[in-house]
T-cell receptor
């Protein structure tokens, strides 16, 4: 039944060691988003894809990259994780962009940096 | 201009009571105001949403009240239940922009 699936649910990585988080969707939605959510804070948008068009938020660090090889999959790459990158990472999809388009979230990947 | 301010940060309500969470925004161009509900260990899920052309929207026990002149909107949960205990986020967007979230309210409904 899961429509937006994130793997793994929990990821532990070493300081400075590249890590990749994955997201897949069965909704065939055009838009895929990556959010970072730290404890007791609002989700913060890192970037989104509208189809193959990549849209980076102005304040997203260069350390964060993303790939969308096809409609169903999207990856978040953290090139050199720091302690401050420990957070819940949420993937979301929506059929289209724009007001009124519902976003569907995955369960998230909790990243720990040691 | 893009900020959405949410209050309170946390809320404790007795079972059967009314939970009220408030949000305020600055950008008058915002034209879509959803509320998301997030349970521990889960991603947020859309609960209810409103556009500024109406002042109230009700779905079951959940109501959004919208005050365009005051640039405020609120979520009311009637007959609050322990199963409503979660974190609630208000959000706003305009045109083709992405959602701007409030900081969230952690609601605990005591039995």
């Amino acid at each position: 039944d899961a429509m937006v699936i994130q793997n793994p649910r929990y990821q532990v990585t070493q300081f400075g060691k590249p890590v990749t988080l994955s997201c897949s969707q069965t909704l065939n939605h055009n838009v895929m988003y990556w959010y970072q959510q730290k404890s007791s804070q609002a989700p913060k948008l890192l970037f989104h894809y509208y189809d193959k068009d990549f849209n980076n938020e102005a304040d997203t660090p260069d350390n964060f990259q993303s790939r969308r090889p096809n409609t169903s999959f999207c990856f978040l790459d953290i090139r050199s994780p720091g302690l401050g990158d420990a957070a819940m990472y949420l993937c979301a999809t929506s059929r289209d962009r724009g007001a009124g388009t519902e976003a569907f979230f995955g369960q998230g990947t909790r990243l720990t940096v040691v | 201009q893009q900020q959405v301010k949410q209050s309170p940060q946390s809320l404790i309500v007795q079972k059967g009571g009314i939970s009220i969470i408030n949000c305020a925004y600055e950008n008058t161009a915002f034209d879509y105001f959803p509320w998301y509900q997030q349970f521990p260990g889960k991603g947020p899920a859309l609960l209810i949403a409103i556009r500024p052309d109406v002042s109230e929207k009700k779905e079951g026990r959940f109501t959004i009240s919208f005050n365009k002149s005051a640039k405020q909107f609120s979520l009311h949960i009637m007959d609050s239940q322990p199963g409503d205990s979660a974190t609630y986020f208000c959000a706003a967007s305009k045109g083709y922009s992405t959602l701007t979230f409030g900081k969230g309210t952690m609601l605990l409904v005591s039995p």
